[in-house]
Each structure stands twice: as structure tokens, then as C-alpha cells.
């Protein structure tokens, strides 16, 4: 069965930092770009980071440019998102999405980060 | 990145057909064959329903039709069923390895 399972998600102070793993199964994850998006309590989906097959170039959306960084361990087939500087707007559950069409085939059920004080 | 414009709301009878739309720019819907259709049920995660303007992913019922002209796209559910009752995001590629969603509708069957 092709699984994605996020974890690491929890409560933060703000300007902390946190790393969400996604453990990715039943799929060859070398061959396919990989995606982190969050949905704000609420609100709509956001595209947050993007990192091509082999690990070489990462894109960020503008908000968390500088703070986050995507990375992969295609041999453990995870992905990670390592979060910075963290600030109430970042707030949100965040899944990871299997790259395929140009979209996201395959989502997590997600983790929640809360930044509090 | 701006996100993509998507009415709030779309509502509809069972049976019938209702139409969301999505506007973005040239620079993501208009520039770009990627557009893509996520259906999200309340406590799940989203869901592909839609990739590269029309196609449907295995599964997807052929009840869900997507188009696109010009920096507008559009996704088709007819015969509404109760379980059509979601919220609806767009998504486009924009270019440079950077995707944006649209807002989201909420799509109630009446």
C-alpha cells in the first residue's frame, strides 16, 4: 500500500524550532518529487516546499524562505522539513504530498505544529 | 505568489451539476497545462481528483470533470451525491518549481 506517515509536529515557543519527518512506503520514493503543505486551522491549503528526486534543488514559498529547509534520506525513504524561527502564523497541519503530474497523488494525514507561548 | 481566486461557497441538489471556478494569472493557470483538483472531507487530508487540467487519477468517479480557458479553470461535479459534500482547492504549477493553491470552496449538496 502506498503510505506516507508524517511525525514531529507538536507545541513550540515561538522563534523555536522543530523537524517534521514524512516516512514514505509501498512506492519507490527515489524517483519522485516530494512536497511539504499546510493547512492553517480553518483555512485553505498552502504550498510550502519542494524538493526534486535526488535532493540537489529545494523551492520555498516566500513566507518561510530563510527559516525552513526541506531535505530527503532516500535510502531511510524520508523527508523532512526543518522549521526555524518559528512564529504564530506557522501554526498549521502539515502534510507531505507525493510529486506526480506536476500535482500531489499521495498526502499524509498530516502533523500539527502549534507555536505558542 | 497570490494565491488563486475560488469562490467561498458552491451549493447544489442532488443530481444536479454544479461548476467551481478558479482564477489565477499567466504566470500559473494561464502560462501552464498543470492545474490540479484536491477534494477535502472534514479531519482527512485532501485528495487528487483532478491533474494536468482534465485528467482523473484511477478511481475518481467520471462525475468529476475538469477544463481550463484561459487563466480560469474549472472543475464539473454532476449528478451531485451527498458524499460530494467537501471543500475543493485548485492548485497550479507557477513556474520555477513553485506550486500555489486556490482558496478553497465549500461545496454543499442541498
Known amino acids: 500500500e502506498v503510505q506516507l506517515v508524517e511525525s514531529g509536529g507538536g507545541l513550540v515557543q515561538p522563534g523555536g524550532s522543530l523537524r517534521l519527518s514524512c516516512a514514505a512506503s509501498?512506492?519507490?520514493?527515489?524517483?519522485?518529487?516530494m512536497h511539504w503543505v499546510r493547512q492553517a486551522p480553518g483555512k485553505g491549503l498552502v504550498w510550502v516546499s519542494g524538493i526534486e528526486t535526488d535532493g540537489s534543488s529545494a523551492t520555498y514559498a516566500d513566507s518561510v524562505t530563510g527559516r525552513f529547509t526541506i531535505s530527503r534520506d532516500n535510502a531511510k525513504s524520508t523527508l523532512y522539513l526543518q522549521m526555524n524561527s518559528l512564529r504564530a502564523e506557522d501554526t498549521a497541519v502539515y502534510y507531505c504530498?507525493?510529486?506526480?503530474?506536476?500535482?500531489?497523488?499521495?498526502w499524509g494525514q498530516g502533523t500539527t505544529v502549534t507555536v505558542s507561548s | 505568489q497570490s494565491a488563486l481566486t475560488q469562490s467561498p461557497s458552491a451549493s447544489g441538489s442532488p443530481g444536479q451539476s454544479v461548476a467551481i471556478s478558479c482564477t489565477g494569472t499567466s504566470s500559473d493557470i494561464g502560462g501552464y497545462n498543470y492545474v490540479s483538483w484536491y477534494q477535502q472531507h472534514p479531519g482527512n487530508a485532501p485528495k487528487l481528483i483532478i491533474h494536468?487540467?482534465?485528467k482523473r487519477p484511477s478511481g475518481v468517479p467520471d462525475r468529476f470533470s475538469g477544463s481550463k480557458s484561459g487563466n480560469t479553470a474549472s472543475l464539473t461535479v454532476s449528478g451531485l451525491q451527498a458524499e460530494d459534500e467537501a471543500d475543493y482547492y485548485c492548485s497550479s504549477y507557477a513556474g520555477t518549481y513553485k506550486w500555489v493553491f486556490g482558496g478553497g470552496t465549500k461545496l454543499t449538496v442541498l
Open positions: 509501498g512506492f519507490t520514493f527515489s524517483r519522485h518529487y
Open positions: 494536468e487540467v482534465s
Open positions: 504530498g507525493r510529486g506526480q503530474y506536476y500535482a500531489k497523488d499521495v
